[in-house]
């Protein structure tokens, strides 16, 4: 059984700062580790995804999350983030095995960037 | 190319009533999937499709949730009788079917059980 733990609920930030939304893993199998992000009234969209390969992954937004097999965690990173950023952000799981794809999501971090 | 559709958009019912939900996935996605995402929670799966086949319903509360695939494209959730706790948004999402494919999520539907 895999689980999920999103540290902060919500995060406030102000437009041009940085923003780091943390995420931990359990998992009893090896994973592959994904962001989901909804923005308002809308559905949930794929922000980046980690599989294999290089431990650092980028969206075409300017996010960047950073796989940590030791500390298994996935934290999404952005170095200057805009209005337009706001939104709720999801991390999830899937297990490393053919047949079984679902995905186990954290609670999810609400992004609010202030003017 | 068209996303994940799904109706009706809000559904507002007595307990003890039933409801049922629509889905249509993407043109040639083998996997759908049923999510319930209560307020304040993430998506939690309920059930997997794999073609008209389950694959995982072990989250499915089977003493009044069932789903359906027919023909291996549009799917069915229904509630029968709902319950106050319920109340939910219900996603569909669908995906190719191969491992650390991208799941492709439809708007949803926001149960209200009163």
């Known amino acids: 059984a895999q689980s999920v733990t999103q540290l902060d609920s919500q995060v406030p930030v102000f437009e041009e700062a940085p923003v780091e939304l943390r995420c931990n893993y359990s998992?009893?199998?090896?994973?592959?580790l994904f962001w989901y992000v909804q923005y308002p009234n809308q559905g949930l969209q794929l922000l980046l995804k980690y599989l294999s390969g290089s431990t650092l992954v980028e969206s075409i937004n300017g996010f960047e999350a950073e796989f940590n097999k030791s500390q298994t965690s996935f934290h999404l990173r952005k170095p200057s983030v805009h209005i337009s950023d706001t939104a709720e952000y999801f991390c999830?799981?899937?297990?490393?095995?053919?047949?079984?794809?679902?995905?186990?999501f954290g609670k999810g971090t609400k992004l609010s960037v202030i003017p | 190319e068209a996303g994940v559709a799904q109706s009706p958009r809000y559904k507002i019912i007595e307990k003890r009533q039933s409801v049922a939900f629509w889905c249509n996935p993407i043109s040639g996605h083998a996997t759908l999937y049923w999510y319930q995402q209560i307020l304040g929670q993430g998506p939690k799966l309920l059930i997997q499709f794999q073609n008209n086949g389950v694959v995982d319903d072990s989250q499915l509360p089977k003493d009044r949730f069932s789903a359906e695939r027919l023909k291996g494209v549009d799917s069915t959730l229904k509630i029968q009788p709902a319950k106050l706790e319920d109340s939910a948004v219900y996603l569909c999402?669908?995906?190719?079917?191969?491992?650390?494919?991208?799941?492709?999520f439809g708007p949803g539907t926001r149960l209200t059980v009163l």
């Open positions: 999402a669908s995906s190719l079917g191969q491992v650390g494919n991208e799941q492709f």
């Open positions: 999830a799981v899937s297990p490393l095995r053919a047949g079984s794809y679902q995905l186990t």
């Open positions: 998992s009893s199998v090896s994973v592959y």
